[in-house]
């Protein structure tokens, strides 16, 4: 958030005008106190709210521009912070002008110039306006048609990647044709704006112009040397944000006991806010006039509201004021669809109702507001507790001040007597983290939460499953993510089989690699392979063994445990119940597949019977055919020599 003004502004942070682009980043609402030398604001000359479903968005500024040879627009370089569909332009012009002309121009950076005074050239309108039967020194509104002065509606959409220039000036007319610095309209002095991303009040700022931008017949121009100008400039666009609504609760005040200083407080009813991107800003307006003419505006806490908010209390304190003098104040909330007053308040000080400070603070995980309230004796009041993501307000609340309850996340207090402090404190809720997000064969080991402790991760059913536990009393979140594929392309290989866990147990076993692949193309005969084979490499076991336990996402009773080996497939011992196959490697075994010592690898995997499962091999060895034709021909001896012996003699 950039505030600007010179001198002290009721509290405003001072930031030089004119030292540097506004950058207030994406979405992001910046307020500028934008009449350079002054605090205090004139009378406002009011403008009418925008329709439903659109924003305005006005600013007033001195800015001067040098000649150098070209003439000098009078208008401010800007960037949209998003695709804006602009419907018109906002301008206005003093008393010697019988023509006035606004326009918005495609522009481009030169690379020239300093970070604060970048030079640019202007180039194509992207579209204009005419003033010709305003009222002088009151804004006024045009909107975009086809034929400037007359046709239809004729919105443009300004890019979020592109540079433009909002420029007038007169077209007919004497000297006076621009506001003057008596006649400032209030709401333009304030620029509140969610949908600007740069914007550069331009000082002695050199313009080259180029592209059909004529300023002659266009926006006026002045001539070489320096010209203080003053414009009033703006456009209406289109928004999906509601007014705020501040018809809640009527501001208060109370004098805090023996001081001159008063506390003011407000209620946002509702932000009009409809997504977490869009933001408003909340102030106080003071004076001593009625009309709020030389009036202060000074931010209330909390200062930005983002995103959807209902009844949302704010205040601030105001300090130094002058005991016996009256004064008038009335909440501001400023967003995309424009400004709105809550009703204002008249106080005196020194006769008005003292009250007690109630102060509140939060600890790590959210935010109080506001940070001050005033309280009369005997009374409660109430905070509004707002969590960080996965974070809750903890019931118990600390501090000074007499025990209240909670409504949501409105905190009352109990009856004060006293100036006392509050102390809310945020529980945090488990958060699981990016693990959730990979599938992977093993148990994932890195980023299992985000917010919290995590648990054991079990591996069971072809799923890794582990929680995250919250602290001081917040929840536990139940993590999951599934197992590797288990069907990889390959013959025998099920179109969607599910997925597949792997663990590990041994002494000292580390796992180097582990995947499910394909299986290589001759399968065992009578066999799929639906889930693909299960290829891993341990070493450093020292007890030269490893226990592998695989988990798959659906039943696997009744499959014979294969492992391919030396180019050909053998059944290996194996429990299988349920979902789970579990089997032992040895170093050098006979189902080692890696000749290694101290490195053990097994591609194996479940085969079904494609007849059914339990109704294929077991794990008992068959015969070759060259054994089959030993063994007939050791028969056929065995019947000859039995015959012989039955013969006489």
Not at 44 to 63: L, M
Request: proline content about 6%; aromatic content about 8%; overall charge negative.
């Amino acid at each position: 958030m950039f505030q600007a003004c010179r001198g002290q502004c009721g509290g405003i942070p001072v930031t030089g005008l004119g030292a540097g682009p506004k950058r207030a980043g994406r979405g992001g609402v910046f307020a500028v106190l934008l009449l350079a030398g002054l605090c205090m604001m004139t009378a406002p000359a009011q403008a009418d709210p925008p329709p439903e479903g659109q924003g305005d968005f006005r600013v007033q500024n001195y800015a001067t521009g040098t000649g150098n040879g070209n003439y000098v627009y009078r208008g401010y370089l800007f960037k949209p912070a998003r695709d804006v569909v602009v419907t018109g332009m906002w301008g206005g012009f003093g008393p010697n002008c019988n023509e006035f002309g606004g326009a918005i121009y495609n522009a481009t950076l030169t690379g020239g110039g300093t970070a604060a005074v970048p030079q640019f050239n202007i180039g194509s309108i992207v579209r204009e306006v005419r003033f010709t039967d305003g009222v002088a020194n009151t804004p006024e509104f045009r909107p975009f048609l086809t034929n400037i002065t007359s046709g239809d509606p004729d919105p443009a959409t300004l890019s979020a990647d592109n540079y433009y220039v909002i420029a007038q000036g007169r077209i007919d007319g004497g000297s006076g044709c621009h506001f003057n610095s008596g006649s400032l309209d209030f709401e333009n002095l304030l620029l509140g704006s969610a949908i600007i991303d740069e914007w550069y009040p331009q000082q002695d700022a050199q313009y080259t112009i180029s592209g059909t931008g004529e300023p002659s017949i266009n926006v006026g121009k002045t001539t070489s040397g320096t010209d203080t100008i003053r414009i009033l400039v703006g456009f209406r666009y289109e928004t999906d944000v509601a007014q705020a609504d501040l018809s809640g609760v009527s501001t208060t005040a109370f004098q805090l006991d023996g001081t001159n200083n008063v506390v003011v407080n407000g209620l946002l009813s509702d932000s009009g806010l409809q997504s977490n991107d869009q933001e408003l800003t909340l102030y106080f307006e003071w004076s001593t006039s009625s009309d709020f003419s030389g009036s202060t505006l000074t931010p209330a806490e909390p200062f930005t509201i983002t995103g959807p908010a209902q009844d949302v209390p704010f205040g601030v304190t105001l300090s130094g004021l002058a005991n016996g003098t009256t004064y008038h104040v009335r909440a501001v909330a400023i967003s995309e669809a424009g400004r709105v007053d809550a009703n204002a308040l008249t106080f005196t000080v020194g006769s008005m109702d003292e009250g007690f400070e109630v102060q509140a603070t939060a600890s790590l995980g959210g935010s109080v507001t506001p940070a001050t309230r005033a309280v009369e004796s005997g009374n409660t009041t109430t905070f509004f507790a707002q969590p960080s993501q996965y974070f809750t307000p903890l019931e118990d609340v600390g501090g000074t001040c007499p025990q209240g309850s909670w409504d949501g996340n409105t905190y009352t207090t109990g009856e004060i007597t006293e100036a006392c402090n509050v102390e809310i404190n945020f529980a945090s809720h488990g958060s699981c983290g990016p693990a959730t997000e990979t599938n992977s064969l093993m148990a994932p080991t890195a980023g299992l939460c985000a917010i919290g402790t995590a648990s054991a991760v079990l591996s069971a059913d072809g799923v890794h499953s582990w929680t995250c536990d919250g602290t001081g009393g917040g929840e536990t979140a139940m993590c999951s993510t599934s197992g590797q594929d288990g069907s990889p392309a390959g013959p025998g290989v099920g179109d969607d089989s599910g997925t597949v866990t792997m663990t590990s147990t041994g002494p000292e076993c580390v796992v180097n690699q582990a995947e499910v692949v394909s299986p290589p193309p001759e399968l065992p005969q009578g066999y799929s392979m639906p889930f693909g084979l299960v290829d891993f490499t341990v070493s450093g076991c020292s007890e030269g063994a490893v226990t592998i336990q695989t988990t798959y996402s659906s039943s696997v009773e009744g499959m014979v445990y294969w492992k391919y080996i030396n180019d050909d497939w053998v059944v290996m011992p194996a429990d299988i119940s349920g979902n789970t196959i579990t089997f032992t490697v040895e170093d050098n075994g006979p189902f080692d597949a890696d000749p290694a010592e101290g490195v053990i690898r097994d591609p194996s995997g479940p085969g079904l019977p494609l007849s059914g499962p339990g109704s294929g091999v077991t794990s008992i060895p068959t015969l070759s055919q060259w054994g089959l034709f030993l063994m007939t021909g050791l028969l056929v001896l065995m019947a000859l020599w039995g015959l012989r012996r039955r013969q006489p003699v």
